[in-house]
């Protein structure tokens, strides 16, 4: 079955600086990537998904890229806050009646 | 309405108790999810309704016991917990599975079996 690895598993960074959060993942016909946030206590919120079909997305501060034949995925997050302190969790899946597997996490830590 | 609904916030129960969490959507999706998480690990899917019809069980033993009566409601049924299953237990719904696979969470229910 399909294995999603997360790199790495804690990060710190001075605010103002730029994150990168790098997934690989195992099954070749995974076609959906989302990345969810969760902050202490709350629930798991999409900040940025990307499908197959497309090699980059970006949404004002947050990118993500896609590199399908080496099965890479990666995170961007420039002039980081503080409030963008959270576990971020990488995922993949198939379409249709299939799971999404998550990655373990990245726990992201910005210094003011 | 753009948000997933989950009732209890907390819970706590004896190992002998039967309680139900609660989850409900009226977005209009289609498929909805029961989840577990614990502290620090990313979330664990226990069962996926789709189209009120169960659809996955990740072989989640049988003191958890999912029903979806409609559409925008599912529920977990517990009966004679143990002490491990003390987590965060969350509930997603996604639009029609073909249109794609974006997950929606509610604010989950935190368990605590003593």
């Known amino acids: 079955g399909e294995n999603v690895e997360q790199h790495p598993s804690t990060l710190s960074v001075q605010e103002g600086d730029s994150a990168v959060i790098k997934c690989t993942y195992s099954?070749?016909?995974?076609?959906?990537f989302p990345w969810y946030k969760q902050e202490l206590g709350k629930r798991p919120q999409l900040i940025i998904d990307?499908?197959?079909?497309?090699g980059e997305k970006k949404d004002q501060r947050i990118a993500v890229t896609l590199n399908k034949t080496a099965k890479h995925f990666s995170l961007h997050i420039t002039e980081t806050q503080p409030e963008d302190s959270a576990v971020y969790f990488c995922?993949?899946?198939?379409?249709?009646?299939?799971?999404?597997?998550f990655g373990p996490g990245t726990s992201l830590s910005v210094i003011p | 309405d753009t948000e997933v609904t989950q009732t209890p916030k907390h819970l706590v129960m004896g190992m002998t108790n039967k309680k139900s969490l609660k989850c409900e959507q009226h977005?209009?999706?289609?498929?909805m999810y029961w989840y577990k998480q614990k502290a620090k690990k990313p979330p664990e899917l226990m069962f996926v309704?789709?189209?009120?019809?169960?659809?996955i069980n990740e072989s989640v033993p049988s003191r958890f016991s999912p029903e979806c009566p409609n559409s925008s409601l599912l529920n977990l049924h517990l009966h004679a917990l143990q002490p491990e299953d003390s987590a965060l237990y969350l509930c997603?719904?996604?639009?029609?599975?073909?249109?794609?696979?974006?997950?929606?969470f509610g604010p989950g229910t935190r368990l605590l079996v003593l």
């Open positions: 997603a719904s996604s639009q029609d599975p073909a249109l794609g696979w974006t997950q929606y």
């Open positions: 099954d070749s016909a995974s076609n959906y």
């Open positions: 990307i499908r197959s079909n497309v």
């Open positions: 995922a993949a899946s198939k379409t249709s009646y299939d799971k999404v597997i």
């Open positions: 977005m209009g999706h289609r498929a």
């Open positions: 309704y789709s189209y009120e019809k169960l659809s």
